[in-house]
């Protein structure tokens, strides 16, 4: 029998999600947190005692935990809303690949009730938090500097204000002003 001839077998869903568990000793309780369902959810997805999740929102949590696409499950139908791509949550993407930092890794570095708007900022249903204390939190564990995240966290404050209604460019004085002071506060002054 040639490899042309064999027949194709698809994985199951709940198969993927149980390796992918077993294969990362990953608790359920801990994959539960992270993807936002209940520990009692994740049994029942496993064991096949209900059906496969055809949530998007679900299966994007699992799909960005698992570093797989979405559409590698059967259930999933694509959105049609967009999806939100931050140039600061590809940068944190890029330095965990080059830090060769698993997602589960990386998520296990947060207190457990910060772990599913990581994996919701990941996925790109959420930009990075305006929390300056949460983006600190973030480059402790990739080992950013504070001039880094700063930098982001000034463009994310920028577009916070703007889509808020201010002119950003018309206030620039007093724009500028308020960022000198953060600087400050977090002692990134050179002074």
Not at 113 to 137: N, T, Y
């Amino acid at each position: 029998m040639s490899l042309k001839d064999k027949p194709i077998i698809q994985e199951s869903s709940s198969e993927k999600v149980a390796k992918f568990l077993e294969k990362n000793a990953l608790h359920k309780k801990d994959f539960a947190e992270m993807i936002g369902v209940t520990l009692s959810y994740v049994y029942n997805l496993i064991d096949n005692t209900i059906p496969f999740s055809s949530r998007g929102t679900t299966l994007e949590r699992i799909a960005t935990v698992m570093e797989i696409l979405p559409e590698e499950f059967e259930e999933y139908k694509i959105p049609q809303e967009p999806v939100l791509i931050d140039d600061s949550v590809e940068f944190f993407k890029d330095v965990m690949r080059e830090k060769k930092m698993n997602t589960v890794s990386f998520l296990k570095a947060f207190p457990r009730k910060k772990r599913i708007d990581i994996v919701d900022m990941l996925r790109g249903a959420m930009p990075i938090p305006i929390d300056f204390k949460e983006l600190s939190m973030i480059a402790k564990v990739l080992d950013l500097s504070r001039d880094e995240i700063y930098t982001m966290w000034e463009k994310r404050m920028k577009q916070v204000l703007e889509t808020n209604g201010m002119n950003i460019y018309a206030n620039a004085a007093l724009v500028n002003s308020m960022f000198e002071c953060a600087k400050k506060f977090i002692h990134l002054d050179k002074d």
